[in-house]
DNA sequence: CGCTGTCTTGAGCTTGTTCAACTCCTGTGG
DNA sequence: CCACAGGAGTTGAACAAGCTCAAGACAGCG
């Protein structure tokens, strides 16, 4: 049996009471383990199909760019982040996982991960073996309506993504980071004025198009302006209004 | 049945011969159309699934943001924009669409049109009715099959899309614009170093978050160092490789 | 206790925006 | 068919945002 990975944040790194784990009826991977029965005994789904709350350590890979497609994770509880490695210099950062988000789903269509995916920090995940999927004895049509829906969400999020990254300024992008990664963790039932941004200050930099000097000197500012108190990682959202109207100056 | 629209180009405004067609083949949306037998005879499949070759006027939309969910469509001739209507002031410019390319794809999920799809010249488009596709008496697994896959592309290339213009400035993004359009339009079967920007300055600047001004500067520079020929919409890509080398450094 | 890597802060410089003038199409109506 | 009005595109100059380079601060870890 898997155990749930303990705290380990020793340092004071990290002040919250780590790990959290998102519950499954929240987790993005949950409508095709509803269709799997994955809980159920007796499902009569065999083992491999769904792997549960594997335990990832800090700075592992769950997969390298151009590597085979065989599955899609979903974040358990830790976060992640995934890159396209060295392309010139530095590495491209692509996007950040929670708990509760899945991973790996831009490599269904082409058949190999387009980046690699690593743990910022002690972190658990699902794995959901797609090649084998057809082995689960479930009726297909189901397991795929999921998969749509999964698929279609994922469309939708990165248009979003892009678009409200793309035609804003530093200030904007960097607001609008911040608000995106609560209401992502509301959403999966997870903290969302409270949290720890465990990857560097140059990987949000990177991520949002910014030098990592630029993301520090805006922190430091949202600071003093009261809408948020800063830590170290550790970050509180004091004011979201106040923030939101950084994006959409109404 | 529908006729072909012939060529509108009655200006100086477009210098290609008109209308361009994208083969059923190279089309987005063929994989599904192959699984519908819609081309043969007698496939049983009713009228309404599938609306083949529909002529669209410029300046007409598709379906507007916020609008039910019912249909993709695939580009046949001419271009479309997409864009999500004055959020604040001016409109958000989401992306282009040219000949063999799906639009409606991200409101699969949610079930509503997150933006408006206008047509940027006189065209055609094939129109799939999703909500209808059980009437096709076609084996679901399979339609699903080719949607899974329809919708994974689209995940990849949005990622694609919104990596490659965050964490570039305005030289970089443009020359990844023009040669994104142009490797587009290769694979569709399409002229790759030859076509019309049909889209404004200012939608060009919106949707590479630039200033319309800025654009047109750095399409003057590019003419000038002879990378491109310029003549009011009309673009012939002279040097790939120049291009190539603005984005990639090496 | 000191080394190391990350983060912060400062100063000058580059890039891109804004505002404004002007040109060139394009479509319309006389 | 031509003249004119209006929008789109180009170009210039001043300004602002963000980057680069560099130095210093701070936590984490041997």
Known sequence: MNSASPCVCRTQRCLAEEPLEVECDACGLDPICQVLD?????????????????????????????????SIFAVKSGSFKTYIPSTGKGDRVIGFHQPGELIGVEAVASGSY?????????????????SRLPEAGRPNEVVQQALIQLLGSEVAFSH????????????????????????????RGLPESEFCLQ???????????????????????????GLITLRRKQVLLRDHAGLMSIIEPN
């Open 199 to 225: 990857m560097s200050r140059g990987d949000i930099a990177n991520y949002l198009g910014l030098a990592s000097e630029t993301v520090s000197r805006l922190l430091t500012r949202f600071q003093n302006q």
């Open 38 to 70: 994955y809980a159920e005994a007796g499902s009569g789904v065999p083992e491999g199909v769904l792997l549960r709350r594997l335990p990832v350590a800090r700075g592992e890979t769950l997969f390298q760019a151009n590597g085979v497609f065989s």
């Open 114 to 130: 387009p980046c690699t995916a690593r743990a910022l920090e002690p972190s658990s995940v699902c794995e959901l073996w797609i």
């Open 160 to 187: 979003i993504v892009a678009t409200t990254l793309i035609q804003q300024n530093g200030e904007q992008r960097l607001a609008a980071f911040l608000l995106n990664i609560s209401h992502r963790r509301s959403e």
